[in-house]
């Protein structure tokens, strides 16, 4: 592995204490966010806040299953966001589909289409688990081993070809992107 600067290593310590998260409510996960976010767990106190658009995020956290039709929004949204950028997969719906594994619209693994750099288990994760899971990915950022956003652009074809084989093609059709 390659020795990091001391800029680098400055850099990832203060990103790491300063992170943006924009959360795409896909499912039932979304209820856990604001109890984490109020004054009992408060996730302020870690220097974590939400953002409302992807160009300022840091953090792209999904919370719950996602299908066809929303994995093409949360692409666009990822590729959106500047690097360095995170990905947390909240609960088992993005790690195998949860209770809708078998379903022909529901993604059962996030990561074949953007890179998860934490997973929380659980349906739902508890506050606890979710400020436990930041805290993870705060260190890995520290310590600069939460590279998705390095390995989707060195492995970009790989990503971009499990994305056309479940979207037919990644763009987005509507009144606002023609």
């Keep these: 592995m390659k020795e990091r600067s001391i800029w680098e290593r400055i850099a990832d310590n203060l990103r790491s204490r300063s992170i943006w998260m924009l959360h795409y409510c896909t499912g039932c996960g979304a209820v ?91 349906c739902m994760p508890r506050p606890e688990a979710i400020l436990e899971a930041f805290n993870y990915l705060m260190e890995k950022i520290r310590k600069g081993e939460a590279d998705g956003w390095k390995r989707y652009r060195e492995n970009y074809e790989w990503y971009k070809q499990n994305q056309i084989r479940s979207l037919g093609e990644v763009y987005v059709h509507d009144e606002f992107h023609e």
């Excluded at 719950?64 to 360095?84: C, S």
């Excluded at 719906?93 to 809708?100: A, L, R, S």
């Design 32 to 122: 856990e966010l604001p109890p984490s976010m109020t004054s009992r767990f408060d996730m302020e106190r870690f220097g974590i806040a939400p953002m409302a658009t992807p160009r300022q995020a840091d953090i792209l956290l999904i919370t719950g299953y996602l299908n066809t039709k929303t994995l093409r929004r949360v692409i666009y949204t990822y590729e959106q966001m500047p690097d360095p950028k995170y990905v947390v997969g909240f609960g088992s719906c993005t790690i195998n589909g949860g209770i809708y594994f078998d379903s022909y619209a529901t993604v059962n693994r996030l990561d074949y289409y953007i890179p998860v750099d934490v997973y929380i288990a659980g």
